[in-house]
């Protein structure tokens, strides 16, 4: 069975940086297509960044130089680096995988990320 777990969330202030780790056991993530997403209440999750298995990178406008997603096969884990915050990046972030529909596949419990002006 997949399992993912997300860490490294917290509290940091506008401007500040976090690292976002998806660990997988049950699954290699080397080679799968690796989505973060991020969820605040009463809104449904959105697409924040993808790496695919052959590499590709792609982000929402809203993250788009200022996240970075990549890979540390060593630890099967894919990592979200997220630069330049802003109190509207403030959510829970997920990581998926296994579909390419978030409707399906396997997600993490979530890490919360808080952004104080």
């Known amino acids: 069975q997949v399992q993912l777990v997300e860490s490294g969330g917290g509290l940091v202030q506008v401007g500040g940086s976090l690292r976002l780790s998806c660990a997988a056991s049950?699954?290699?993530?080397?080679?799968?297509?690796v989505d973060w997403y991020r969820q605040t209440p009463g809104n449904e999750r959105e697409f924040v960044a993808r790496?695919?298995?052959?590499?590709?990178?792609m982000y929402a406008e809203s993250v788009k130089g200022r996240f970075t997603i990549s890979r540390d096969n060593a630890h099967n884990t894919v990592i979200l680096h997220l630069n330049s915050l802003n109190p509207e990046d403030t959510a829970v972030y997920y990581c998926?995988?296994?579909?390419?529909?978030?409707?399906?596949?396997?997600w993490g419990q979530g890490t919360q990320v808080t952004v104080s002006s």
């Open positions: 049950g699954a290699s993530l080397g080679a799968a297509t």
């Open positions: 790496i695919t298995s052959g590499g590709y990178r």
């Open positions: 998926h995988t296994g579909d390419p529909s978030p409707e399906y596949g396997y």
